[in-house]
């Protein structure tokens, strides 16, 4: 990830402690709709993400490192994302609306549903994290939206497909 315009040892640092809270993030996401499919149940779990506000599951740092690893190749959409990552705030949502329209849809859902729970907001921010992560690198956003998709439509393939990636008992012993 360290490119010739983050030149340093603490912006590699940076950069790296987090993607490693980007994919943490999404595991855990994954993990809770993934009980939620075992289960087969809609109720959300007492001390789950789902539960917490938008903007601190999904940290405005996270849709900047998404950018940077989208949509690098465009020297403003890179210049934002550095500055987003390092000063903490969201990229300006219109230079991504012509990089990725999913970046550009969760980039708008974090301005205008940030203060609410993750659960009022599931669809406009769950599927776009899920593809934009995984347009970025992180397998785990292919994960999160197999997870999702499971949880949302009950058994089925979706759920085998999650499964294989977790072990029934850590999921159940999860919560």
Same mark, same amino acid.
């Given at each position: ?38 289960? !087969?149940?809609?109720? &959300?779990?007492?001390? /789950?993400? =789902?539960?917490? @506000?938008?903007?601190? #599951?999904?940290?405005? +740092?996270? %849709? ?8 690098? !190749?465009?020297?403003? &959409?890179?210049?934002? /994302?550095? =500055?987003?990552? @390092?000063?903490?705030? #969201?990229?300006?949502? +219109?230079? %991504? ?31 776009? %994290? ?46």
């Amino acid at each position: 990830m360290c490119t010739a315009y983050l030149c340093g040892t603490f912006s590699c640092l940076v950069f790296s402690l987090l993607e490693e809270r980007v994919r943490l993030t999404l595991w855990r996401l994954a993990a809770e709709f993934a009980y939620m499919a075992l289960v !087969d149940t809609r109720i &959300v779990p007492p001390h /789950s993400l =789902l539960r917490r @506000r938008v903007s601190r #599951v999904v940290e405005p +740092e996270f %849709l900047s490192l998404l950018a940077l690893r989208v949509g690098g !190749d465009n020297a403003d &959409v890179a210049l934002n /994302s550095v =500055l987003g990552v @390092r000063l903490g705030g #969201v990229p300006r949502c +219109e230079l %991504l609306e012509g990089v990725m329209p999913e970046l550009y849809k969760l980039c708008m859902a974090l301005r205008s549903r940030g203060d609410e729970p993750l659960y009022k907001a599931l669809p406009d921010v769950v599927v776009p %994290l899920a593809v934009a992560s995984s347009a970025g690198g992180f397998e785990e956003g292919d994960l999160l939206l197999a997870a999702y998709r499971a949880a949302a439509f009950g058994r089925g393939p979706e759920l085998e497909r999650v499964l294989r990636y977790f072990s029934r008992w850590y999921v159940v012993a999860r919560f």
